[in-house]
């Protein structure tokens, strides 16, 4: 079993990831980015949407919202979510590696690190070409990680994130000359301990791009944050978008 096909880590550590001051976050997120303004009733694909966190305020400005997971127990927690909040959207329980809907939208998103998960290079560029596809001539992908260069400026220091009935141990380690990161948690609650990782692949801001062309995009951009603030050394995000090109 590959790692984030583990059922119990996303139940487990959903609080971690997502936390309430994040869900308040990305709906001001919304509200405020010039990146997540795409126009009246945009067909949006959330991919690896978990609980809903960007799905449902997107959801509830009116954009036609379709979310994708692997995990069933994030797909129930953003039904959950998008009832309560009064929003639709569509939710499919899909692996990203396969998931692809012919030019069916104008925007795909894919957010909170959520991106370079396969340990195989061209599987990577694989999810980055479903998405080409699945966007319409024009349309726009956006994907947000943590850049190479923002890791480096503090990586090395765990780091704890206190729970309302626990608390979590996080360790990053650099691997295989800065081309992936394993990251390490510890959750403590109740006297137990559950322990898991997370692996991934570290890109730079010039290494990502490079893989969106590959993938056939053009235009592509760098940003710092979702406030379109440039990529630098001061940056907490690297955000790249592209645009799938119109024929001719």
């Given at each position: 079993?590959?790692?984030?096909e583990?059922?119990s880590?996303?139940?487990?550590f959903?609080?971690?990831?997502?936390?309430?001051?994040?869900?308040d976050?990305?709906?001001?997120?919304?509200?405020?980015?010039?990146?997540?303004?795409?126009?009246?009733?945009?067909?949006?694909?959330?991919?690896?949407?978990?609980?809903?966190?960007?799905a449902?305020?997107?959801?509830?400005r009116?954009?036609?919202v379709?979310?994708?997971?692997?995990?069933?127990?994030?797909?129930?927690?953003?039904?959950?979510?998008?009832?309560?909040?009064?929003?639709?959207?569509?939710l499919?329980?899909?692996?990203m590696?396969?998931?692809?809907?012919?030019?069916?939208?104008?925007?795909?998103?894919?957010?909170?690190?959520?991106?370079?998960?396969?340990d195989?290079?061209?599987?990577?560029?694989?999810?980055?070409?479903?998405?080409?596809?699945?966007?319409?001539?024009?349309?726009?992908?956006?994907i947000?990680?943590?850049?190479?260069?923002?890791?480096?400026?503090?990586?090395?220091?765990?780091?704890?994130?206190?729970?309302?009935?626990?608390?979590?141990?996080?360790?990053?380690?650099?691997?295989?000359?800065?081309?992936?990161l394993?990251?390490?948690?510890?959750?403590?609650?109740?006297?137990?301990?559950?322990?898991?990782?997370?692996?991934?692949?570290?890109?730079?801001a010039?290494?990502?791009?490079?893989?969106?062309?590959?993938?056939?995009?053009?235009a592509?951009?760098?940003?710092?944050g979702?406030?379109?603030?440039?990529?630098?050394?001061?940056?907490?995000r690297?955000?790249?978008?592209?645009?799938?090109?119109?024929?001719?």
């Amino acid at each position: 079993m590959r790692w984030y096909e583990d059922e119990s880590l996303w139940s487990d550590f959903s609080s971690t990831m997502f936390p309430a001051h994040r869900w308040d976050e990305v709906a001001r997120l919304v509200d405020a980015s010039p990146l997540l303004a795409f126009g009246s009733g945009a067909r949006v694909l959330d991919l690896c949407c978990g609980p809903g966190v960007l799905a449902v305020p997107l959801a509830r400005r009116g954009d036609a919202v379709t979310g994708v997971d692997l995990s069933a127990s994030m797909l129930k927690g953003a039904r959950k979510a998008l009832a309560g909040a009064g929003a639709e959207a569509e939710l499919v329980r899909a692996d990203m590696l396969e998931f692809v809907r012919p030019a069916a939208f104008d925007v795909v998103l894919n957010v909170f690190t959520s991106f370079g998960y396969f340990d195989d290079h061209e599987d990577n560029v694989r999810v980055l070409r479903n998405a080409h596809d699945s966007l319409v001539p024009g349309g726009r992908l956006l994907i947000d990680v943590m850049g190479k260069e923002v890791l480096a400026g503090w990586i090395g220091r765990p780091q704890v994130v206190e729970l309302d009935d626990g608390y979590v141990i996080q360790r990053d380690t650099v691997l295989d000359s800065w081309r992936r990161l394993r990251t390490d948690w510890t959750l403590v609650r109740g006297g137990t301990a559950r322990e898991a990782s997370i692996h991934c692949w570290l890109y730079s801001a010039a290494e990502l791009c490079a893989l969106f062309e590959e993938a056939g995009f053009t235009a592509v951009e760098c940003f710092g944050g979702f406030d379109a603030s440039p990529y630098g050394q001061t940056s907490r995000r690297l955000i790249v978008r592209g645009t799938r090109p119109q024929p001719g």
